[in-house]
């Protein structure tokens, strides 16, 4: 029978994956577990799933090239998410592994998250709160609405699409930068990076972390933003210089910051942004609601099912090159 590892920690395996995917992928295959509550390295990997046909990796689960050198018997890496970059794709076509990856299952979740600080931060709700609970006097102080204020949105994908028709519903107005995407959509503004943060009340970045986004939002980006914005990255902590904005916020032009994401490990927000009295954190959970993970999760058993009954999967990287699992299944196109 094929054997699946799963490499989700102890700990994570409920939040991350559920009990609904691993009843299914138990119906599928004999799969084994992540047996500790760390993150496991590549060797201990390697020593784990020696006789493995397929890995669920969890987001911290390096896919390298030792690890795919080490397992002669794997055949594909799953990746239970759509960010794979804790995977050598080009080691992995080398060796023939078949690399896939999760659809956005948390488009509504983090939509909802970035609404909810962007309220939190215009009511001064979090720092009432944290007054309150500290037992100090609490002013009350003006708040600001949404409703009429701009919205910029910069990365137009599956998120932000969803996000600017809630945004709609509740009266902004709304900007959008994307050089390679175009919205299609009269209501929706679609400008440069520059007239978005002289515009925006809200910014928000929702783009891809790529070689061309590294530190997007930098000195200069933040110096253009219209004075007493809002800034907040949902996306990913490598859009951001993080001492530009924490030079930003203590200059007092910004008038605030909320950040699901930053440059700490696990893709959490640092710990020197995070203490900043103005910015609003939290722990990467913006995709972290059942409906996201279960979506994620059981896309990825379907994708599993496919492997082994030789289907390219929905979500597959290197289908050409992955000859290992060509020879185990044989191939034919997705149904």
């Given at each position: 029978?094929?054997?699946?590892?799963?490499?989700?920690?102890?700990?994570?395996?409920?939040?991350?994956?559920?009990?609904?995917?691993?009843?299914?992928?138990?119906?599928?295959?004999?799969?084994?577990?992540?047996?500790?509550?760390?993150?496991?390295?590549?060797?201990?990997?390697?020593?784990?799933?020696?006789?493995?046909?397929?890995?669920?990796?969890?987001?911290?689960?390096?896919?390298?090239?030792?690890?795919?050198?080490?397992?002669?018997?794997?055949?594909?890496?799953?990746?239970?998410?759509?960010?794979?970059?804790?995977?050598?794709?080009?080691?992995?076509?080398?060796?023939?592994?078949?690399?896939?990856?999760?659809?956005?299952?948390?488009?509504?979740?983090?939509?909802?998250?970035?609404?909810?600080?962007?309220?939190?931060?215009?009511?001064?709700?979090?720092?009432?709160?944290?007054?309150?609970?500290?037992?100090?006097?609490?002013?009350?102080?003006?708040?600001?609405?949404?409703?009429?204020?701009?919205?910029?949105?910069?990365?137009?994908?599956?998120?932000?699409?969803?996000?600017?028709?809630?945004?709609?519903?509740?009266?902004?107005?709304?900007?959008?930068?994307?050089?390679?995407?175009?919205?299609?959509?009269?209501?929706?503004?679609?400008?440069?990076?520059?007239?978005?943060?002289?515009?925006?009340?809200?910014?928000?970045?929702?783009?891809?972390?790529?070689?061309?986004?590294?530190?997007?939002?930098?000195?200069?980006?933040?110096?253009?933003?219209?004075?007493?914005?809002?800034?907040?990255?949902?996306?990913?902590?490598?859009?951001?210089?993080?001492?530009?904005?924490?030079?930003?916020?203590?200059?007092?032009?910004?008038?605030?910051?909320?950040?699901?994401?930053?440059?700490?490990?696990?893709?959490?927000?640092?710990?020197?942004?995070?203490?900043?009295?103005?910015?609003?954190?939290?722990?990467?959970?913006?995709?972290?609601t059942p409906p996201a993970v279960e979506h994620q999760a059981l896309e990825t058993v379907a994708q599993v099912a496919d492997?082994?009954?030789?289907?390219?999967?929905?979500?597959?990287?290197?289908?050409?090159?992955?000859?290992?699992?060509?020879?185990?299944?044989?191939?034919?196109?997705?149904?």
């Amino acid at each position: 029978m094929t054997t699946v590892f799963v490499s989700h920690p102890r700990t994570s395996l409920g939040h991350y994956f559920g009990a609904r995917a691993t009843a299914a992928l138990q119906a599928l295959a004999d799969v084994r577990f992540n047996p500790g509550d760390t993150d496991l390295s590549s060797r201990e990997l390697a020593a784990l799933a020696q006789d493995c046909d397929v890995i669920i990796s969890y987001r911290q689960t390096q896919g390298d090239e030792a690890l795919f050198a080490a397992l002669p018997r794997l055949k594909a890496f799953v990746r239970c998410a759509i960010d794979i970059r804790n995977i050598d794709v080009p080691a992995a076509s080398r060796h023939g592994v078949l690399v896939t990856q999760a659809s956005a299952g948390f488009i509504a979740s983090v939509s909802e998250w970035i609404i909810g600080v962007m309220i939190d931060l215009s009511r001064h709700i979090s720092a009432s709160a944290a007054l309150y609970h500290a037992g100090r006097p609490v002013a009350p102080l003006m708040g600001r609405e949404l409703r009429g204020a701009t919205l910029g949105v910069i990365g137009y994908g599956q998120i932000s699409r969803y996000l600017c028709d809630v945004a709609l519903a509740l009266g902004m107005r709304i900007v959008v930068h994307d050089p390679y995407t175009r919205t299609g959509r009269q209501e929706l503004v679609q400008t440069g990076l520059a007239p978005l943060l002289a515009e925006a009340d809200y910014v928000v970045c929702l783009a891809a972390a790529t070689e061309a986004t590294e530190n997007l939002m930098n000195a200069q980006a933040f110096a253009l933003m219209k004075p007493g914005a809002f800034f907040i990255n949902a996306s990913r902590g490598n859009l951001v210089d993080e001492s530009a904005l924490l030079a930003a916020l203590d200059a007092g032009t910004m008038a605030g910051c909320a950040v699901d994401v930053g440059r700490a490990p696990d893709q959490m927000p640092s710990p020197r942004v995070a203490a900043h009295p103005r910015v609003i954190a939290s722990p990467h959970i913006g995709g972290l609601t059942p409906p996201a993970v279960e979506h994620q999760a059981l896309e990825t058993v379907a994708q599993v099912a496919d492997i082994l009954q030789g289907c390219v999967p929905q979500g597959a990287v290197n289908a050409a090159q992955a000859h290992r699992w060509q020879q185990a299944f044989g191939t034919t196109q997705p149904a």
